[in-house]
């Protein structure tokens, strides 16, 4: 059974730094890509980064371009989501998901979602 963990999420000041780990147990045999979403208080979910099987190809929603970093490191099954200068409207929970596209695109939607980790930004 795949199962996706997330941990990391906390307290950061504006133009703070955090990362977010996501661990991944029983993965899909095939190839995968993941990413990572955010929802914050009565908004919808939104896609966030997403990184494809190789690790090569990345893709970042505009809001979050040079300031986050999305790395996964196969070997330890784990994605990463390195976030800088944190801005107050980024609190959220944030969630990792393995994607139906293994390059890390998202037309195909998710297959498996994490449960999630809160993040307050402070301002």
């Known amino acids: 059974q795949v199962q996706l963990v997330e941990s990391g999420g906390g307290l950061v000041q504006a133009g703070g730094s955090l990362r977010l780990s996501c661990a991944v147990s029983?993965?899909?045999?095939?190839?995968?890509?993941m990413g990572w979403f955010r929802q914050g208080p009565g908004k919808e979910r939104d896609i966030i980064a997403g990184i494809g099987w190789s690790g090569r190809v990345t893709n970042y929603a505009d809001s979050v371009k040079g300031r986050f970093t999305i790395v996964r490191d196969r070997a330890k099954n784990t994605l990463y989501l390195q976030m800088n200068s944190r801005k107050p409207e980024g609190t959220a929970v944030y969630y990792c998901?393995?994607?139906?596209?293994?390059?890390?695109?998202?037309?195909?939607?998710?297959?498996?979602w994490g449960n999630g980790t809160s993040v307050t930004v402070s301002s």
């Open positions: 029983g993965p899909p045999s095939s190839n995968y890509g």
């Open positions: 998901a393995i994607l139906r596209d293994a390059s890390g695109g998202f037309r195909y939607g998710v297959r498996y």
